[in-house]
């Protein structure tokens, strides 16, 4: 391992190395976008689906050992015992950095169905990115906005019939669909400002969740609440210290929950059931943040005897 150069080295490095990696990966994954339109049959482009996952496993695997190569870091993992790489999963998460991608990829890899993302339609006509994400079957889905619903209530219900069709090939393929229901990546500032009754985590958004249950809860095996932790960064930029090597430690827990199941018809026209819904998320958000809590109190009570002993060594 090379964790003993300068963090500046290492930041070079593991740029470099990333970059290298993502660009040989989604190369390989747009080619295969590229055949996978030419391909009439759907047997066939199941089968050149299944490969460019592979390609997604590669890149997380590959992470993994540039991460092993610059740093020294623990992995503490739970709950990984009961998974299934042939089954459909719903992961709901929080979120803290721009390496949780990387890094949940890398540690579920090998247990759950390759991670996907429902993205933006917009998405699909970005150069490169678009047709990778295409090409793995991502699921892109169209939101009408209230004012154009106001302007044509007969475009009511039309997102949700989109997303299903989108998701129909999910059938008959294992899948893993993640959503990061904080809508955006936790910072001290953001939880001050929502006046977030959580000390770790920001206000948890029920849309998206309702959403993608809506629109194929009944394919899901189970929903995982998966709990990702960099102790010794917590608020500082997770993917900047983990490039200059000072990222120690990531915590990983997941849990496996029933899918909660959402009506759309009602959901979408009454108030009070998604207040309902919201108030079951809320309760997650809330074991969640305590979770965290007595996690970060045992890793600062480490930290401080391991503080302790080096004081006691250096006096002798």
């Known amino acids: 391992m090379l964790n003993f150069l300068p963090g500046s080295i290492l930041y070079f490095l593991s740029t470099t190395l990333l970059i290298i990696n993502t660009v040989i990966w989604a190369s390989l994954i747009s080619v295969g976008g590229i055949i996978k339109l030419l391909v009439p049959f759907t047997p066939a482009r199941n089968g050149l689906t299944h490969i460019m996952n592979r390609f997604m496993w590669a890149w997380a695997t590959c992470n993994g050992g540039i991460l092993y190569l610059l740093a020294d870091i623990e992995w503490d993992i739970e709950g990984l015992d009961n998974l299934d790489k042939n089954s459909w999963y719903l992961l709901i998460s929080n979120h803290l950095s721009g390496f949780d991608i990387a890094a949940q990829t890398y540690v579920l890899r090998n247990h759950i169905p390759m991670l996907k993302f429902f993205l933006k339609k917009e998405l699909m006509y970005v150069p490169f990115l678009g047709l990778g994400c295409w090409a793995l079957d991502m699921p892109f889905m169209t939101r009408t906005s209230p004012a154009k619903l106001k302007k044509n209530p007969k475009l009511k219900g039309k997102d949700l019939d989109t997303t299903r069709r989108a998701c ?149």
Do not use: C
């Not at 917590?234 to 090597?245: P, S």
């Open 168 to 316: 129909e090939k999910f059938r008959g393929m294992p899948t893993s669909i993640i959503n990061y229901v904080e809508g955006s990546r936790f910072t001290e500032d953001k939880r001050v400002r929502q006046d977030s009754p959580y000390r770790y985590l920001l206000r948890p958004k029920a849309g998206g969740i309702a959403f993608a249950l809506s629109a194929m809860g009944e394919q899901f095996t189970n929903l995982l609440d998966v709990t990702v932790l960099y102790p010794e960064v917590f608020k500082k930029d997770a993917l900047y210290e983990v490039m200059h090597g000072r990222m120690k430690k990531i915590v990983v827990r997941v849990k496996v929950l029933p899918v909660p199941e959402v009506d759309n018809k009602r959901y979408f026209s009454e108030a009070a059931y998604r207040v309902d819904f919201q108030r079951w998320l809320n309760e997650v958000w809330e074991r969640k943040d305590e979770e965290i809590h007595q996690l970060m109190l045992k890793h600062n009570s480490a930290s401080a005897n391991v503080n302790q002993q080096q004081n006691i060594h250096s006096k002798s």
